[in-house]
């Protein structure tokens, strides 16, 4: 078993050679040609550009030569670095990001330490670095997920291990560098990122994680396959966390609240400098795309530590109710088809006061929401008409494919199809927030004849 060491929390593998001091006349191989790899040019339609400049550009016409001479450039180097007896030999490692695990040596280090040695101006650093890098394996990191549809001034802490933060308040970093207002994305930027996710955000989750292999040797066998898997699982699961508390946070704004990028930042030195050398980040699948543009809704978020502290107090059973509603809720307010908007909310409704029954669904949802929301006669008759309109809207676009136009009459008074789906909207939120206050669904049987 190989010797480690600890620094910053993370743990090195000592096994792992760090280069020697050498005599400042005598240079290793290796240096020689990455001093000649940072000396050399790409020929652009701009003129020549350094190699490690243009390996960082977003301009097409500089990256793409760039990357190409670089191909070149590391089929000279690898083998020297394959026989370097301060590295290890044949065999693979691999780093931990978001969602995956990224190749590190011998893919991507010859690339890796060019872009250190750009930004320390030394080579002999850049070495050192990179093996510090290899050496390390467990420690801290942050995930971090950016929000759509929201805009905060101050941190949050939603949880004890999650913050709300407003994009300035982010570690600087590379991923966050493509986030900001005005960044110049270059072709990372195009038809094939939704705007929704290219858009600057208005915040930020972060979430903090202790892995066991942040950088590893990659030996498939199903020992390293179970171990890997605890790392996963963590990471999966706040992921989760993420996803839920976007729905929850919707319930407290006007717009519906979206996880967009993620990307993960480590806690290490030289781990965060690997990570910005990456800028990788991914894109959480999105299913629906609001058509209109963000709106930067100052969120009210006076209320949301206590709905997400509502929501975890939840059973199981409970929770995969409230996930149906939030998602259908948070769904609705995405659409700009009103047909569609009333098939979501009579779907979020429905998952949580309707029951097992399958017969009198639309009676019993509108007369269990309006007993449920409304503290007199008046009140529970407005939720009535709304709840009672919604059902019709979503049963002639089920059974018809007709779009809602009429106008129907809330407490006696016309109103049109728009504003009364604005409002069953508000009145599934709000329904949303009572059951989790009350922490579970009532008992029906007991409740639909209680005075």
Not at 43 to 72: C, F, H, K, M, W
Request: proline share 5%; aromatic share 6%; glycine share 6%.
């Amino acid at each position: 078993m190989s010797d480690s060491t600890k620094a910053q929390g993370y743990t090195r593998d000592t096994s792992i050679q760090m280069p020697e001091r050498r005599s400042e006349t005598i240079l290793d191989e290796l240096g020689i040609a990455l001093n000649d790899a940072m000396a050399s040019s790409v020929q652009t339609p701009y003129g020549p550009v350094p190699l490690a400049s243009a390996l960082e550009s977003t301009d097409i016409e500089i990256s793409r030569p760039a990357s190409i001479q670089l191909n070149t450039i590391m089929k000279k180097i690898e083998p020297i670095l394959r026989r370097d007896n301060r590295f290890p030999g044949d065999d693979n490692y691999v780093i931990r990001s978001a969602i995956t695990r990224s190749g590190i040596y011998p893919n991507k280090s010859i690339e890796a330490m060019l872009y250190r040695a750009k930004k320390s101006g030394s080579t002999p650093d850049a070495i050192a670095w990179f093996l510090r890098v290899l050496a390390t394996k467990n420690g801290n990191v942050n995930l971090v997920e950016t929000l759509w549809g929201l805009s905060i001034q101050e941190p949050l802490q939603l949880t004890e291990n999650i913050q709300l933060l407003p994009l300035s308040k982010l570690p600087e970093s590379a991923q966050k560098k493509f986030f900001v207002p005005g960044a110049s994305r270059g072709f990372k930027c195009s038809w094939t990122i939704p705007k929704v996710i290219s858009d600057s955000p208005g915040g930020a989750l972060v979430g903090q994680l202790e892995l066991k292999y942040c950088v590893h040797k990659n030996a498939p066998g199903q020992q390293q396959w179970d171990e890997l898997a605890k790392d996963q699982n963590l990471i999966s699961g706040l992921m989760e966390e993420f996803h839920d508390i976007a729905m929850l946070i919707t319930l407290v704004g006007s717009n519906p609240v979206i996880g967009t990028a993620i990307w993960m930042e480590y806690e290490d030195a030289d781990l965060k400098c690997y990570g910005d050398f990456l800028s990788s980040w991914v894109a959480r699948s999105i299913e629906t795309i609001p058509r209109a543009g963000q709106v930067y809704q100052r969120v009210d978020l006076s209320e949301i530590q206590n709905i997400i502290l509502d929501f975890q107090r939840l059973n199981t059973q409970a929770k995969l109710k409230v996930r149906v509603a939030l998602e259908r809720f948070n769904l609705a307010l995405r659409r700009s088809s009103l047909g569609d908007r009333a098939i979501d909310l009579s779907i979020a409704l429905e998952s949580l006061v309707g029951g097992n029954e399958s017969s009198e669904v639309t009676h019993k949802v509108t007369t269990r929401t309006a007993r449920l929301l409304g503290s007199d006669l008046t009140q529970r008759s407005r939720i009535r008409d709304i709840v009672k309109a919604t059902y019709t809207y979503r049963s002639a676009m089920v059974h018809n494919g007709q779009q809602p136009t009429k106008a129907k009459k809330i407490l006696e008074e016309k109103t049109e199809a728009k504003e009364i789906l604005k409002q069953a909207c508000a009145v599934c939120a709000d329904l949303i927030k009572t059951i989790l206050r009350l922490g579970d669904t009532p008992e029906w049987q007991n409740f639909d004849i209680a005075p």
